[in-house]
């Protein structure tokens, strides 16, 4: 009796929340390492139903970098990383679009598909959707910078009821090309701007962004990120992250966050309940954020 009392009190603390977000974009960002076992994975395509049936409009970008190395390793592919994006060879290249536009962009299709939500996988190949030229004069190989993402043929897909599931794969204006890789972190940024999301989640393999003591760092602005980078508490592939988070609240979207993809249910935790989990991103000087600092910092 107890428990189902319980269930009823954390659906009715939920509910303020849900019409909060109600009929607003938000984009999910998988991470590879956050798509681990059959049953984390089973739990995150509920989660996205059950959003879309309370009237939340999720957009999926993934990553694969994990299973990216795995199979460059199997063909004894060299590869490397600086600050956190792959550097791209030709041959590189052609691993990445088979993982990433391939297996594991329609894995999460199916996966979603079967859990009853209507999703659509696409890279940002499709209809060029996601433009890019490349990183760093070349430096970085065929990693791209995006420079276009067509907001509206994504907004449309929405429009009919689709959940688009998009692979960090960009086009390249030249014909023959095969295209770029993008960190799928930045992907998720540039696409949440494009759409006009509410919010951005990062779902990944940590608690959230942690100091040199391993504590979470509830919630930061640009300045604490560039003190975390500049003495390298933030290193790695974190880098990319909060780079994005940065970057997605400084043009447009209300907040971004990072989340612990190996918890149930989080995306629900961090969006349903008041206190949320993991490490927050929010414009301190956000006029649009009101003049209450207590509330904006505890608010979501
Ligand atoms: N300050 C930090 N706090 C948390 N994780 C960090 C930090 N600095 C570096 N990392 C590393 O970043 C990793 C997450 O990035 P990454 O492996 O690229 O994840 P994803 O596949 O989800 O994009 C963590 O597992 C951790 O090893
Ligand atoms: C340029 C660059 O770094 N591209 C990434 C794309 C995949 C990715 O970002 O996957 P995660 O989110 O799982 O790390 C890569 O090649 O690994």
Do not use: W
Request: glycine share 8%.
């Amino acid at each position: 009796m107890q428990k189902k009392q319980h269930k009823v009190q954390t659906l009715l603390d939920a509910i303020p929340h849900i019409k909060k977000f109600y009929g607003k974009t938000i984009v999910i960002k998988y991470g590879g390492s956050a798509q681990t076992s059959p049953e984390l994975k089973d739990k995150f395509a509920e989660d996205i139903v059950l959003l879309s049936l309370v009237g939340i409009k999720p957009v999926i970008v993934h990553g694969g970098g994990a299973r990216i190395s795995e199979l460059l390793e199997k063909l004894q592919i060299h590869s490397e990383f600086i600050d956190g994006h792959r550097v791209t060879s030709e041959e590189t290249m052609r691993v990445v679009e088979m993982v990433l536009s391939g297996e594991i962009n329609k894995n999460i299709t199916s996966l979603l598909n079967h859990h009853g939500a209507k999703a659509i996988g696409i890279s940002g190949k499709d209809s060029a959707i996601i433009k890019a030229k490349p990183k760093d004069d070349g430096k970085f190989g065929y990693t791209g910078v995006i420079t276009e993402v067509n907001g509206s043929m994504i907004n449309n897909l929405i429009k009919e009821g689709f959940i688009p599931v998009i692979a960090p794969i960009a086009d390249s204006a030249k014909p023959n090309h095969p295209g770029f890789n993008i960190n799928a972190d930045v992907a998720a940024s540039k696409i949440a701007q494009a759409i006009g999301a509410q919010k951005v989640l990062f779902l990944t393999d940590t608690i959230g962004v942690l100091d040199k003591e391993k504590n979470l760092l509830n919630s930061l602005d640009k300045e604490d990120v560039e003190k975390y980078k500049e003495n390298e508490t933030i290193a790695g592939g974190m880098i990319p992250k909060v780079d994005s988070c940065i970057d997605a609240i400084y043009n447009g979207v209300n907040k971004a966050h990072i989340i612990d993809g190996r918890v149930e249910h989080s995306i629900l935790l961090e969006l349903f309940t008041s206190d949320g989990i993991g490490t927050q991103f929010l414009r301190k000087d956000n006029p649009n954020n009101g003049i209450d600092m207590e509330k904006l910092l505890n608010e979501k």
